[in-house]
Structures are given as C-alpha cells and as structure tokens.
C-alpha cells in the first residue's frame, strides 16, 4: 500500500505522513527497502555533511543503471565517484556556461516563433525540445554534423519513452533494474542509442586537435585521470547519457512549472517581462522550492550514523525530503503560496532549499539548469503573451521519478 502511495500520490501521501508521524517517518518500499524520510533542516544537514563512506547515493540511484551504465557519475559512490565528479565538473564551470547563453536563447526564439496563436498548446513537450537541443549542442558543439545528431536525438526519444512504458516499469519493479538492464528486449531498444552516442564520438576522435573546442564532449576527450590516462569509450558514453538524462528533462519540467505558477500568479508574467535580473532568480528559486522536478534524494546508510538524534544501521536508506523541507512554515510562511519575493527577501539557504541536493551529490547541472531556466524565461516572457487555459492550478503528476504539471502547462498563446 505504501508503493502504491508513494507511486501514485507522491505529495499527499509524504504530507499525511508528516502530519501523523513528524518530521522524520519510515516508508516501505517494494524492491528498494526501509527510507526514511527526513525534514528537518538540521537531520538534512548531518546526511550531507556525513563523513565519506558512511552514506552511498550511487547504488540507491540503481533504477536509472539501465540506461546510464555502470561508469555514470550518479551510480558509482566513493573514490570512484569523486573521480568522475572531478572529470565531470571543468565544463560546467560559471565562465564557460555563460558562454552558452546566446545558443540557450537562439534555440529558445526559434522554437517560441513556432507556437500557435489563440489555441490550446501545451508547453511541457515544447520545454523538452528546447532543453534536449540546449545539452545537445552544450555536449556536442554548434558545428556537428546535422544528420548524425538528428538520430541521435531520435533515439534519445525512445531511450526516454521507456520509462513510460508500463510494461518495463512494471519489469522493473517486479524483478529489479539489472535484470531488466540485461533482458534482450531492453538491450534491443538501447542498441541504436548507444550506436549513435558512439558513432558521434568516435567522428570526433578522428577530428584530431580539440584544444580550441569548449563543448562537454570535446573537454572529455582531453580530461585525464589521475594516473594521465584518457577516458575510455564506455565511459564516455554513460557520462554522456547521464548528462543527456539528468540534464533535460528535468529542467523542462522546472520551465514548465514556472510558466504554470507565474501564469497564477497576477502581475507574475509582467514582472518577468520586465527583466529584472533579481526578480527572475527568484522566480526560478521559489519554483523549484513550490514544485521541487524530485521530491526526495536518497542516501544509503553504509557504516553506523546517527541522525537527528536516531542511529541507523547499514541498510536503511535516508531520504532528505526536498518537498516536505520546502514545506516548513518555520522557514517559509504560508509554504503553499506561490511568491518569488520571499527570495528577494532572505537568501536560498543550503540545507532548507535543496531542489539540487547536498553534499558531495550535489547536482553538478545546479548552475547550468537555473542559468538556462532564467534565459528561456526571458526570451518567453519577452517574444509572447500567454494566459492559462484554466484558473485552477495544474495537478502534480508522477512521470517517472520527476513530477510533472498534470495537463502539461497548457496555455494559450498570442504575439507580444
Ligand atoms: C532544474 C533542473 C535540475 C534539477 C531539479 C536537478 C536535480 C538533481 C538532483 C536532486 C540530484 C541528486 C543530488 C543528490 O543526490 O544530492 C542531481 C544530480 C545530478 N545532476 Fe541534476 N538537476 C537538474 C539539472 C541538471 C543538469 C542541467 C545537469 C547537467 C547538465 C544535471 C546533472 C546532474 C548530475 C551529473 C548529477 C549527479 C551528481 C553526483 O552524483 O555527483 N542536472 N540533480
């Protein structure tokens, strides 16, 4: 019952829980075990600050194994995972992402100028295209062959289209993800994604000097590992893919809220219009608190720690509650209210804003994803006049692991 809860309604399920038991309460969930699901800001604090090797992320992230590979960054835990971490983090430095703001806003006009006027249109699938094209032409450069990154595209689609389907879902909760990682039908679907990430890299080996280049891919080519080593095919391809998963949809969905809350919120899209640099970071910083694209991020205990007062034992999962900490009324007043002021008012702080996480797991797109989110917003609030198709605020549905605006950020568009 309590999978099915946290499966189907995620948010009231974790808010009667709260109410009932507290801050700190312990879920039952099929195939993954005992979480705990912590709200205390300082509980939160003591998970992301744990000593190394007490708490591993990377095996609580085993669903997504199947599509990310064993190397991804978000699978592996320990040494392992601080290598890639460091591997991974040169080319989402501040300087070289701001060099990406032009092409963030070209991709965003020309798909504006292709939105109908006066008629029902839903915004989610058109914030994929554009934050698929963003991480595309980020990890691949503005200059790869068109025909080779259309399939690629392609069949990124599929490779996403999977976690939809009931039928693999329901494998995957019945038998595990590595099983279903390994069933031939599976591997059937992935085979042309993992085709077309090889094909792209392997065209851009052969190009021969990459130092004047600053895409994602071309700076791991050069990347080495502590021992002067270069990173391998299959390594590449599952950081690539993670950065291509991790990267796009979520921050579609963080779009799609925006527009779907501001929308709600009278003088919301005005004030956006205007352009003021603060007031935009704060609507993407009380976005991403109100509708958090992950509800919860998990850490499985290792070795003995205490927590809020409770020792743990090796085998349970703690699970830093993003939705329920962002629902402190201590923290912030009236916490179902839409109002990006409050961040105009007092600073995001680590361990009571956490849309991206802590610690050593901290989201590496965090700077990118709120840097693109404030350049689509401008560009949209800036090329069209929107309004919702309803008043009522669109319900939070589950897609996967990300939730997601129930009717898709439905609106109606006209030219501005
Ligand atoms: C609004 C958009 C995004 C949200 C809400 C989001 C959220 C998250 C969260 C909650 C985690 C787990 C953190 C933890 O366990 O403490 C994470 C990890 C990660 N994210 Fe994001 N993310 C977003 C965009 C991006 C983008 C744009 C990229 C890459 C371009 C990215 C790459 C990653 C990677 C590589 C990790 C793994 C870090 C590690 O395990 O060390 N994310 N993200």
Redesign the pocket.
């Known amino acids: 019952m309590q999978t099915l809860a946290w499966m189907t309604r995620p948010m009231p399920f974790m808010e009667r829980a709260r109410a009932r038991y507290g801050d700190m309460f312990t879920v039952r969930i099929a195939q993954e075990g005992t979480w705990v699901f912590l709200s205390d800001p300082e509980a939160v604090k003591e998970v992301?600050t744990a000593r190394p090797g007490v708490l591993h992320?990377?095996e609580a992230?085993a669903v997504l194994r199947p599509w990310l590979g064993d190397n991804?960054?978000?699978?592996?835990d320990g040494p392992q995972?601080l290598a890639?971490?460091k591997l991974?983090l040169p080319p989402?430095h501040g300087e070289r992402m701001q060099r990406y703001g032009e092409v963030m806003a070209e991709i965003a006009r020309e798909e504006v100028a292709t939105w109908p006027t006066g008629r029902p249109l839903k915004l989610w699938p058109r914030m994929q295209k554009v934050?698929l094209e963003v991480?595309v032409r980020?990890?691949f450069g503005d200059d790869e062959d068109a025909a080779r990154l259309d399939n690629l595209r392609a069949r990124l689609r599929d490779a996403a289209e999977l976690t939809t389907q009931p039928r693999v879902m329901l494998q995957m909760a019945a038998r595990g993800p590595d099983h279903l990682g390994r069933s031939r039908g599976f591997r059937t679907r992935m085979a042309p994604v993992d085709a077309a990430v090889y094909d792209v890299i392997d065209a851009r080996r052969a190009q021969g000097d990459l130092s004047g280049r600053d895409d994602?891919l071309s700076l791991l080519l050069q990347a080495r590992h502590e021992d002067g080593s270069p990173m391998g095919d299959q390594e590449l391809r599952d950081?690539l893919m993670?950065?291509?998963i991790?990267?796009?949809e979520?921050?579609a969905?963080?779009?799609s809220w925006a527009i779907e809350r501001l929308l709600r919120l009278p003088g919301g899209m005005a004030r956006l219009r205007e352009g003021d640099e603060d007031y935009v970071d704060a609507v993407v910083k009380e976005t991403?608190r109100l509708r958090?694209?992950?509800p919860?991020?998990?850490?499985q205990v290792k070795q003995p720690i205490r927590v809020g007062g409770v020792d743990f034992a090796p085998g349970v999962t703690l699970a830093?509650c993003?939705h329920l900490v962002h629902r402190r009324p201590d923290v912030y007043p009236q916490p179902a209210r839409f109002r990006p002021e409050r961040f105009l008012e007092r600073p995001a702080g680590t361990y009571t804003w956490?849309?991206?996480?802590?610690?050593?797991?901290?989201?590496?797109?965090?700077a990118?994803?709120?840097f693109?989110?404030k350049t689509i917003l401008r560009v949209v609030a800036q090329e069209r006049r929107l309004e919702a198709t309803t008043p009522a605020a669109e319900p939070v549905r589950r897609r996967a692991i990300?939730l997601t605006p129930g009717r898709g950020t439905e609106v109606i568009a006209s030219p501005a």
């Not at 991804?72 to 592996?76: H, P, Q």
């Open positions: 992301f992320a990377g992230n991804s960054v978000l699978l592996l995972h890639q971490r991974l989402f934050t991480i980020t990890i994602i950081e993670t950065i291509l991790a990267g796009h979520t921050t969905t963080a779009l991403l958090p694209v992950l919860i991020v998990v850490r830093p993003i956490l849309p991206f996480g802590g610690g050593v797991r901290r989201c590496l797109g965090a990118f994803a709120q693109e989110m990300t």
